[in-house]
């Protein structure tokens, strides 16, 4: 069982930037990829960056890539999600999620196991 506490989200302006935390808890951080959600009010969760369980790999939705950056450090089981340049279409409820890493697949999928409380990300135009 994986317990996961994100924290960092706040009021933006566009343009500005946010670094999102995701405290992991409860087993070995190393065994799990890892990633990062959003979503909106009446609509579908969305993917935005994936992590391998080494950190080797990231993948990042388009709508995202070169603006936000996902790390993860292994010293203090905490994910990242830096974001810069956002935009008010980046407004949304962010979510941090971990996956058992299962070799040979691919961490950028959506059918994560353990899940974040979420943070709320607003950015003002």
């Known amino acids: 069982q994986v317990r996961l506490v994100e924290s960092g989200g706040g009021s933006m302006q566009a343009g500005g930037s946010l670094r999102l935390s995701c405290a992991a808890s409860g087993s070995t951080f190393s065994l799990y990829c890892m990633a990062w959600f959003r979503q909106l009010p009446g609509r579908e969760r969305e993917g935005v960056a994936w992590i391998s369980s080494r950190g080797d790999k990231t993948y990042y939705v388009d709508s995202v890539a070169g603006r936000f950056t996902v790390s993860r450090d292994f010293a203090t089981n905490t994910l990242y999600l830096q974001m810069d340049s956002l935009l008010p279409e980046d407004t949304a409820m962010y979510y941090c999620?971990?996956?058992?890493?299962?070799?040979?697949?691919?961490?950028?999928?959506?059918?994560?196991?353990?899940w974040g409380q979420g943070t709320q990300v607003t950015v003002s135009s």
């Open positions: 999620a971990a996956r058992y890493r299962v070799y040979g697949t691919s961490c950028r999928r959506t059918d994560y196991d353990f």
